[in-house]
């Protein structure tokens, strides 16, 4: 298998603001960006989380949407398999 540095960036400007209006609540869209960024860079590849509204290159560019579906996504998949 061939060695391709892969580029993901996590988007989280667009999580909505709720850690503000509840400060002492976990933000779970924002954990689950940061997670999986940080298994990118334990893979070996380049992981940035980025909260701006700027696209930046990449190849893999990844944003919080429905929790089931991320949940769901990454119970099945891991990211090397996503890469595969």
């Known amino acids: 298998m061939e060695d391709v540095n892969v580029r993901v960036i996590g988007y989280t400007k667009v999580i909505p603001p709720g850690k503000a209006l509840k400060p002492n609540k976990p933000n779970h869209k924002l954990d689950i960006i940061k997670n999986f960024v940080e298994g990118v860079r334990m893979c070996g590849d380049n ?25 769901l996504t990454f119970r099945t998949l891991t990211y090397v398999e996503i890469l595969q």
């Open 47 to 71: 992981g940035l989380v980025y909260d701006g509204y700027e696209m930046l290159d990449c190849e893999v560019a990844m944003m919080q949407g429905s929790y089931m579906i991320i949940v």
